[in-house]
């Protein structure tokens, strides 16, 4: 247990198996489509990140590692099963390998940018061993839409855990 005035990690940065990303930031991109990662999460993605499509037309995030271990992962699946070839094609294809700058910008491609449909104000959200990056209008619709069943998941997602 931790002392008054001890200094604690935070907990985005205390896990052993990588970070856990948490929170939501609104961030702008300008009009190179460059996007500041939020403050917090510049220091795990200084030596790179994949951005990627994700589910819900919004881009998933990952720091290197967790790319490294998703694609582990996929090489180990049957080949043979047509939802692997399929997801697997669409993961690795939009995939874009970037490095921050030194303000802590990334470049979206512009793929990914009509993809997610980013214009200019976007949410950036974390999950868990990922962010989440969506404009903000959909990520507010999404929200609207997810909260009620959010309450009514928790049995059934983590059983006995909430």
């Known amino acids: 247990m931790e002392g008054l005035g001890s200094k604690r ?36 993605l200084a030596e790179g990140l994949v951005i990627t499509k994700g589910q819900e037309r919004c881009l998933y995030v990952f720091p290197v590692e967790e790319f490294q271990r998703i694609t582990d992962a996929l090489r180990t699946a049957p080949v043979t099963a047509k939802a692997v070839r399929d ?17 802590g910008r990334i470049t979206i491609p512009q793929s990914l940018r ?12 974390g999950a868990n061993t990922r962010l989440e990056i969506w404009d903000a209008t959909a990520w ?15 049995e059934e997602v983590l059983p006995g855990v909430l």
């Not at 907990?11 to 970070?19: C, K, L, N, Q």
């Not at 009509?114 to 959200?125: K, P, Q, T, W």
């Open 9 to 44: 990690q935070p907990f985005h940065m205390a896990r052993e198996v990588g970070p856990v990303f948490l929170g939501t930031h609104q961030p702008r991109l300008d009009e190179k489509g460059r996007l500041f990662l939020p403050a917090k999460y510049r220091e795990e």
């Open 87 to 103: 997801y697997s094609r669409v993961f690795f294809a939009s995939a874009s390998d970037e490095t921050p700058d030194k303000q």
């Open 114 to 125: 009509e993809y997610a449909g980013l214009r200019r104000d976007c949410v950036v959200i």
């Open 140 to 154: 507010e619709t999404y929200l609207a839409d997810q909260e009620q069943a959010f309450s009514e998941l928790s």
